[in-house]
């Protein structure tokens, strides 16, 4: 499946894309350093794929955006709405992701950005 179907399937049709940035990084600006969000927020928003493919598989790509697509889609496990528990799933979701891919974000920083 590729990241716009796991998009369409898990965010209910909906898209990660530029506009959406205000909201990822409102989201995750209390849990996560700058640099962090940056570095997802561009890998997944990022039009020349090239890089990209040559650090990450597609399952890594899969994982990246959906874990970003699940932050800025206000309705999951726990909405948004709800004072700090609905933040604190999303922030869970992205430290997974920072954990377990923490060094091919790191790589794609030096070669990519």
Not at 45 to 58: D, G, Q, R, V, W
Request: hydrophobic content about 45%; some cysteine; proline content about 4%.
């Amino acid at each position: 499946m590729n990241p716009e179907d796991l998009i369409k399937k898990y965010g209910m049709g909906k898209k990660v894309d530029a506009s959406d940035e205000g909201i990822f990084f409102k989201i995750l600006k209390n849990f996560f350093r700058l640099k962090d969000i940056e570095e997802l927020w561009h890998i997944v928003t990022m039009k020349n794929t090239k890089c990209l493919i040559k650090i990450f598989t597609k399952v890594d790509i899969l994982l990246l955006t959906a874990a970003v697509a699940y932050v800025v889609f206000p309705l999951d496990a726990i909405p948004d709405f709800i004072p700090f528990s609905g933040w604190l799933d999303d922030a869970t979701v992205i430290n997974f992701i920072l954990n377990r891919l923490g060094n091919k974000i790191s790589e794609y920083r030096n070669k990519c950005m």
